[in-house]
DNA sequence: GTCGGCCAGATTGTTGACAATCCAGCTCGA
DNA sequence: TCGAGCTGGATTGTCAACAATCTGGCCGAC
């Protein structure tokens, strides 16, 4: 029960459903997710845990701000991570492996071609969790996944933004070539150098 | 009462009170701790994400065992993660700051030399910490205290490794040396090489 | 003898009530 | 008008009792 209690809050704020910032009080979500105070606080305390709300003693929870300088430093954590991920996957990876990177990439060409950005950007998390899959580093794997829930109105924000597949696609494109060739250090400079201009974007939306 | 709880436990498993994979009752710890259950509960919960205890469903906490697999996971994203933090105090270190690196480094050769193994797994500490202090990333910084957490054990056994000071000062000379330098890149290769190394020390001492 | 099922004690999960705390709006005096 | 202090309602913090579950040992059938 206090499992499912966290599900559905996780993923209510996950979709936008709460603002960040907005209070998240107690009894409302009694109501809201049909359980218990001691269900409730405990989803509250995951959450806290995965960044995604913070709770201040007697002050009660509320949806975690992620101010741009730290979204920088996220982006930046995940950068180095991705980068490591990156170099395993390209020792590891199979010749089915391959082919499956393979697959995405040319179906990434054909959707920024046709102009379907919603289904790059699916294709772009398709891509980045295939080589996780195949670098099997879970402590690398968890961080991540963590840091990309910290994260993920700027994502939507980066991945909407004009031209960005024009800068992305030659990256995903490098970084797949550096895995199937059984290069660590190519994998791992293509991913940080992709995942840097990620920051380069976010830098950018911000001044708008 | 719930924060007071949770530094008693952790601090009583960091120092090895209790063992990897000891049960963690909850009636035990209301004694030990001199509290209720709901604070030990709370306080078990936050160790559990800290990585520190596990929690399973209706059979309770015990301590977690770390694997030599993990140790080394988890000491290839302190490679990563030191490495960023080492590039940006480099960036950002301050005549002062410089100053103070030198002393540690002093402090390091003396120490090693006059056989003082344990003043000199203290001043390792005292140097990654300044270095991150110097850095300013709370995010990796976080990250990294807790992974630290999570391999105490481990690495108190690697800073008894007999032969290794002789391997890791030069690297922190080295280390130094690129931040004085101001120079990220290097500080960062600086630093994943001496983590490196750390990765190779665990796999030995296991071999035993 | 041993294997499966069952029982009792131990342990954890959950609840509802109560205590402590915070906060917004009010009162009142200067 | 303005600010200090107060008060009542809303919200969170804590507890102790009860329910659910697990664990290890016992018993009987084979």
Chains 1, 2 share one sequence.
Do not use: W
């Amino acid at each position: 029960m206090t499992a499912e209690a966290y599900a559905l809050l996780r993923s209510a704020i996950l979709r936008g459903e709460y603002l960040p910032g907005e209070r998240l009080v107690e009894a409302q979500l009694c109501e809201r997710l049909g359980t218990s105070r001691f269900n409730v606080r405990a989803a509250l305390q995951d959450l806290a845990a995965d960044g995604l709300v913070k709770v201040e003693r007697n002050k009660g929870a509320h949806v975690r701000k992620v101010p741009l300088d730290e979204a920088v430093e996220i982006t930046e954590v995940r950068m180095v991570l991705e980068g490591l991920v990156a170099a395993r996957a390209a020792a590891r990876v199979s010749d089915e492996q391959a082919s499956e990177l393979d697959e995405i990439g040319l179906l990434m060409r054909r959707a920024v071609g046709a102009g379907e950005f919603r289904r790059y950007s699916d294709l772009n998390e398709r891509l980045h969790g295939l080589i996780r899959h195949i670098a099997g580093h879970r402590t690398a794997d968890g961080i991540i996944e963590t840091l990309r829930g910290q994260l993920v109105r700027h994502q939507f924000m980066v991945s909407l933004h004009p031209g960005r597949p024009a800068v992305s696609l030659p990256q995903h494109e490098r970084i797949i070539a550096a895995i199937q060739a059984h290069d660590p250090a190519a994998a791992e400079v293509a991913m940080r150098e992709h995942i840097a201009s990620v920051i380069t974007a976010l830098r950018e939306i911000d001044a708008l």
